[in-house]
């Protein structure tokens, strides 16, 4: 049995929140005042399970009430994905509508959590396995306004790597910006919110593959990228 029919079996009530699709799925921002309205994931020769952000919001019990750790946060998206050969990975999305340090920071946060609530989950499912499990992040924001948000930001980069700063903006963005599209690799241990605390050493081995992908244009609503 694939961890999707598990899943799908243990959760039943969370089949009302799921949408079948083959080869793409498309992910929505609900804000009225958001610019990136949607999220659109090609994901060629996959069955895809798809839910929107109701699949991980609102699980406090197992979040706040019991932790000063773990955060009830959620993402705008998550799907179980599985290809031909019966290979199983999830796919976390999360849109934002400006590029900035802090909403980036946040949306990557946002979608820790939400891999923390769910391998939660799938840890009671059969078949599950967070070591033969691919996951990815994907980040979706607009691309920068102006030359001056531009220049802000890389000026912002280049300061955190001189002053030797070890964090989102030294660590992480700059890969990320680098690799437009198609993704880099990082250890959950790599992030503050995983690493300083004692998790399972499974969770912080897991590599995962985060995408930033932006709209080609500052005003454009959708953003597009490709999943091989």
């Known amino acids: 049995m694939s961890p999707s029919s598990s899943f799908s079996q243990i959760y039943d009530t969370t089949n009302a929140w799921k949408?079948?699709?083959?080869?793409?799925?498309?992910?929505?921002?609900?804000?009225?005042?958001?610019?990136?309205?949607?999220?659109?994931?090609?994901?060629?020769?996959?069955?895809?399970?798809?839910?929107?952000?109701?699949?991980?919001?609102?699980?406090?019990?197992?979040?706040?009430?019991?932790?000063?750790?773990?955060?009830?946060?959620?993402?705008?998206?998550?799907?179980?994905?599985?290809?031909?050969?019966g290979k199983t990975e999830i796919v976390y999305a999360e849109l934002k509508s400006t590029f900035s340090t802090e909403e980036l920071r946040g949306a990557l946060f946002q979608l820790i959590m939400s891999f923390a609530k769910m391998h939660g989950w799938f840890s009671l499912c059969q078949d599950y396995s967070i070591e033969n499990t691919p996951i990815c992040f994907v980040l979706a924001c607009q691309t920068f306004k102006d030359n001056n948000q531009e220049s802000f930001v890389i000026n912002l980069l280049k300061n955190a790597s001189i002053i030797g700063q070890n964090n989102f903006e030294?660590?992480?963005?700059?890969?990320?910006?680098?690799?437009?599209?198609?993704?880099?690799?990082?250890k959950l241990s790599e992030f503050y919110s995983i690493g300083r605390y004692p998790f399972a050493q499974s969770i912080k081995d897991k590599k995962i593959r985060i995408y930033l992908v932006l709209s080609d244009t500052y005003g454009n609503p959708e953003c597009k990228i490709t999943l091989h």
């Open 19 to 85: 949408t079948d699709s083959s080869d793409s799925w498309s992910v929505l921002e609900l804000e009225d005042n958001a610019i990136t309205k949607k999220l659109t994931i090609s994901m060629p020769g996959r069955v895809i399970h798809s839910y929107g952000c109701d699949l991980v919001k609102g699980v406090k019990d197992s979040t706040d009430t019991r932790s000063s750790v773990l955060e009830d946060l959620d993402c705008d998206g998550t799907a179980i994905a599985e290809n031909d050969d």
């Open 170 to 186: 030294k660590k992480i963005l700059p890969r990320l910006l680098n690799n437009l599209g198609s993704g880099c690799e990082f």
